[in-house]
């Protein structure tokens, strides 16, 4: 009996230490604990854009001129990194064109603090950062100075942004706070006629100064449908030499210490109106651009006395937009029409060799297959003395004494987001 009992305690005792031996981990004196693997961060993938297509016609020339396919890239990873990029393919004028229009990467460092660094698009004003798309923006073409071509405005650029919103109250606040490399004035060595201009979107900066720039929202009521915004910009765009060096007539001519300063208001207002039975969508911005004074030479003059001229540079441009959809209507295809209007006017610096005034009136009838794809109809009546003309006489006409030129536009575009 007692050979029994003892035989059991063992027999229990062994398969005690047995369920031990197959629970717990081994350590053999080389490992203190057992590494959980790192949890994989979850990448997302997205490829989107805009595509615009058109057919422009005036009494010089009806042309389909307006082939576009803007694809852009987003990925995440993970919750803080995101990156975005813009390619811009146009066929226009029977010439192909590829340009990077941003590309930029983004880490969330709060939910109210973001950080960007690459090619940026500039938040001045809204109009270039928010409205630019195809699909977006109401009508055809960019208001008079804040389009890619012969603006006068920033639209993306080279370098850091530090962004973000607030809550105050019912009302909210947005801030932008960016450092790029900034715009190079045009001097005159190459196109004398364009002395004064300032050159956007350069690869390479041409000193070792930087552009500071800065945009506050103020979004007043509790649903956001206002939004007042105020910009500013600041710039020395002259080289860090002469571009003269070497000339001894003309190493007066020093680029180095000229600035910009930029600045601009806008308004957005956007709220469906129950009488109206519709949504309201307005748009505006006014802008502002000032180039401290420099001197620059005449085209074709040698005589070291004559041959200098100097001007207040200063350009303005603005625009006011006015859209109407009755989203409310009863009829299917009534409620994506949509009736816009826009004025606009740019104005160059006087006794400029591009000295130019310029006011726009578009009127424009959309229809939108979706909430992104949407076909515009449009008719535009431009007015102004053409940039270079006041310029060509040096001072021998004034611009109130030159002919105008009116030029009357039908445009067909069809626009879709992707």
Known sequence: MIRKI?????????????????????????ATEVVTPPKEEKSHFMLRGFAQFGLDASSDNVEFNMTSFNPVILYRQGDRFLFESELEMEYMSNEFSLNLGYASASYIITKGVTVK??????????????????????????????????????????????????????SKLS??????????????????????MLSWENMNDNNKNKALGARIGILPLSNSSLEIGFSGYYAKPGNSTSPYAGDSMNMDLNYKDVTALLTAIDLSYVKQIAPLKGVIDIKGQYNMSDVSNATYLKPGDTNRLTNRYT?????????????????????????????????SVYNTPVGSLWESTQS????????????????????????????????????????SSMSTSTVNTFQIHLAMGL
């Open 360 to 399: 726009q009136i578009s009127l424009g009838l959309n229809y939108w297959f979706s909430w992104r794809t949407v076909l515009k109809v449009g008719y535009q009546m431009s007015d102004g003395v053409p940039a270079g003309m006041s310029g060509m006489s040096m001072g021998g006409a004034s611009m």
């Open 311 to 343: 001007f207040t540079n200063s350009s303005t441009a603005y625009y006011a937009q006015l859209a109407y959809r009755p989203t409310m209507a009863g009829n299917k295809i009534l409620k994506n029409i949509e009736v816009v209007g826009r004025y």
């Open 175 to 196: 801030y932008s706070i960016y450092c790029v490399n900034g715009p190079r004035l045009k001097d005159g060595t190459m196109g004398q006629e364009e002395a004064g």
């Open 6 to 30: 003892i035989l059991l305690i063992l027999v229990m005792g062994i398969g005690k230490s047995y369920a031990q031996d197959t629970k717990e981990p081994q350590n053999d004196g080389t």
């Open 117 to 170: 660094v690459g090619k940026i698009l500039i938040p001045f004003g809204e109009f270039g950062e928010k409205l630019h798309p195809s699909w977006v923006n109401r009508m055809a073409d960019a208001p008079l100075g804040l389009g890619h071509d012969g603006g006068m405005l920033p639209m993306a650029d080279i370098g850091v942004e530090l962004r973000g919103g607030l809550q105050m109250g019912k």
